[in-house]
């Protein structure tokens, strides 16, 4: 189980399947009349797998419109884009990182007739500028990083608690797969500060491989123990809470470490990581895998959406021994993962 601003399974939300990062189908259409519909070939697979500048000159290419005429649109919705600026965009010598231009991007995904945030989903996090851990904009809400998790909003409310006033400092978490490549057992150790006083839990949220298999057990807790339990087997989702075994006072630190399990195995999955709602000095992730059943290929992948495919940041060695892991230092908020390849 995991805390608000964190995830161990980004992946599209909904009853009729695992919805793993990658998964999304990413409509497109010729002439940009912002009604989405199949995507040729090239343009799914660049919404897919990125990067952000091969989609979006994919997409456009795809769209027939001219620089001019998209120039032209964002203007009427009043959004200012140079034709010099989207060109820097589509080749990768620049990236749209203000508000502004984030903006374009979300009007750019109507006007090429693509689905929400399937090119801002390819930008990753918002590159910091300045002093950026001690900013009070960097930071998402629990139903900002899981958009498109209807029922998790009521899950929260029912455990009473959408925001447990601590930060994620620092988090190890490891995972262990099985024969079968399903995931088997997950422990993560989190150092805990309290941002507010009178902090006594710890809100965890955890999202299954796949609809229909029973949901993990919280089989052991230390400096903490196990509260209210609210569940979406449908999707499948959890929100449980931690009571911390002391209330911490502003600035306070804690360290809580948990453990869960499946009872039985199910289908073979491609990706594990963390999604974090503020920002984190250090992640580690350690996966181990099955030796009768290792990955040919990993890597490391980061972005800010739950639904979609995660950008693919850079390959990860797995060793002879079925291990892979990486370290993440100041880890933006939004999803951190590894995912890896079968065959």
């Not at 289908?267 to 099955?290: I, K, M, Q």
Request: net charge positive; aromatic share 6%.
């Amino acid at each position: 189980m995991l805390p608000t601003d964190e995830t161990a399974k980004p992946g599209a939300p909904g009853a009729s399947g695992p919805g793993r990062p990658g998964r999304t189908e990413p409509p497109g259409q010729q002439g940009g009349s912002g009604q989405p519909g199949r995507p040729n070939g090239a343009l799914h697979a660049a919404l897919r797998d990125g990067p952000f500048e091969s989609a979006l000159d994919t997409a456009i290419r795809a769209s027939g419109l001219s620089m001019e005429r998209i120039q032209r649109r964002l203007a009427d919705r009043g959004v200012e884009v140079s034709i010099t600026a989207l060109s820097y965009w589509r080749r990768g010598r620049s990236r749209p990182e203000r508000p502004q231009s984030r903006r374009a991007v979300r009007l750019l995904e109507e006007l090429l007739a693509l689905p929400t945030d399937s090119l801002v989903a390819l930008l990753g996090p918002q590159r910091p500028r300045g002093r950026w851990t001690g900013r009070a904009d960097t930071s998402l809400a629990p139903t900002r990083l899981w958009q498109g998790y209807q029922s998790l909003s009521g899950l929260l409310h029912d455990v009473g608690n959408t925001d447990d006033g601590l930060s994620r400092v620092a988090v190890h978490e490891r995972f262990e797969i099985d024969a079968q490549g399903a995931e088997s057992r997950w422990t993560a150790c989190l150092v805990l500060r309290a941002e507010r006083d009178d902090v006594d839990r710890c809100v965890v949220i955890s999202r299954g491989d796949e609809p229909g298999r029973p949901l993990p057990d919280l089989v052991d807790v230390r400096n903490a123990r196990p509260g209210r339990v609210r569940s979406d087997p449908d999707v499948p989702i959890t929100v449980t809470e931690l009571l911390l075994d002391r209330v911490l006072s502003k600035g306070e630190t804690a360290v809580v470490e948990y453990t869960t399990a499946y009872p039985t195995s199910g289908r073979a999955t491609d990706e594990c990581g963390r999604g974090f709602r503020t920002p984190a000095a250090l992640y580690t992730l350690e996966v181990t895998f099955h030796p009768d059943r290792v990955p040919v290929r990993c890597y490391r992948c980061a972005g800010t959406a739950a639904t979609g495919s995660l950008p693919v940041v850079g390959p990860v060695w797995i060793s002879p021994r079925g291990r892979a892991h990486m370290v993440v230092q100041d880890a933006a908020p939004g999803f951190h993962s590894l995912r890896w390849e079968w065959d």
